[in-house]
């Protein structure tokens, strides 16, 4: 009866560490700021993102942004401001977890992006797609709540040009 004691007992110790361990989620969610850096001028957005892992290296991810810092700029001498709309976006992500805090990952997908120009009471809208690649880094501080910084090229179609994207989130484990 003792041996069948502490054998019991030698599994539950070793077993401890592992029940201890509580499984991240496969859904993330994050919300934060994104600055688009491009030829006609620079503009900021508020972006928030769903994502989801098959397992700990592939997922997809979906995004979407509301402007809210506009850029002024000039036509011909006439003052006017440039906004950015919306936009949204469907990604492929691979990730590499590097520790349990810590994930680089880099994501490539596709992209809509509206812009509207205002000048002199005058408003042309313009839409584009694009193609998105891009990597970035997730830093949890515990099991589920962490940052989350990211660089995205959009390549638009029909050679209307490219648009740098720098973000800086909060990132959450479901």
Known sequence: MRNVLLATAALTLIAAPAMAQVPTSPVT?????????????????????????????????????????????????????????????AYLVGTVPVNPNLELFGRVGYGTTSLKAEVAGVDVSEDGESINYGAGANWFFDGQNGLRADWTRRDFQDDAGEVDTYGLSYVRRF
């Open 29 to 89: 969610g994050s919300i934060g700021y994104t600055h688009f850096d491009g030829d006609q001028g620079n503009l900021g957005a508020v972006t928030g993102r769903l994502g989801y892992r098959f397992n700990p290296y592939v997922g997809i991810e979906g995004e979407a942004s509301v402007g809210v810092q506009d850029e002024d700029i000039t036509v011909g001498g006439v003052d006017g401001t440039l906004e950015h709309e919306y936009d949204a976006a």
